[in-house]
């Protein structure tokens, strides 16, 4: 990999990618609306086991991203 992008960073992953291609590049986004579901709205145990299964993914993306803190539900 040259670089690996944030998902929060879109718009440059674009930019990059027309630069390099010389041709315009657009993502578009499949997801645009519906209900927002934060970490407060999972429950402990679920969260839990989603850090574990993502694992390997925050350690490969640290410097961009941290597992949630665990909420204080069951």
Known sequence: YDHVYPLEDLARVQADLSEWTGQPVRLPHAQQGGPKISVADVSK??????????AQDYELLSPLYRPPAAGTDA
């Open 45 to 54: 145990r679920t969260l839990h086991r989603l850090i574990d299964l993502y």
